[in-house]
């Protein structure tokens, strides 16, 4: 497998508008109707996911294997944030990102995420115990 370089930098963001179905008394994390931890984690993880994606040599794709999440503010119902993930460095198969989300002008999380580039069908193959 031949990995693709990333440089540091690269990025891309990705928008929710907060729901019910994101509170955190949707998802179990807690008992306030507010953007849930789980959620900002997933919403980071996109963003990741979305900086690669027209990158990646076909065949290939990235897991996350790692995050580090920290939720600073809450975000109500109907409020937009915007997760902005940073590339910021590649070492061999893993990329680190640094992800920001932000409800307007407020920080409400800063999470940083590891990524590893593999190849996705002999991935598939473990996973359902066929290699």
Do not use: C, N, W, Y
């Not at 990705?14 to 953007?35: F, I, M, N, R, Y």
């Not at 076909?58 to 999440?69: D, F, Y």
């Not at 993930?85 to 640094?98: C, P």
């Amino acid at each position: 497998m031949e990995l693709p370089e990333f440089a540091p930098g690269l990025g891309s963001r990705v928008e929710l508008t907060v729901t019910d179905a994101d509170t955190a008394q949707a998802l179990g994390s807690g008992d306030v109707p507010v953007l849930a931890t789980p959620r900002v984690l997933a919403l980071a993880e996109a963003a990741t996911v979305a900086a690669t994606a027209r990158q990646l040599p076909g065949g290939l794709t990235t897991v996350g294997t790692r995050a580090e999440v920290e939720h600073r503010a809450p975000t109500p119902v109907g409020h937009r944030v915007v997760a902005q993930a940073t590339l910021a460095r590649q070492d061999g198969r893993t990329l680190i990102f640094e992800v920001t989300v932000h409800d307007g002008a407020d920080l409400v999380a800063e999470v940083r995420v590891e990524r590893v580039v593999l190849d996705r069908r002999r991935f598939i193959a473990k996973a359902l115990g066929d290699e």
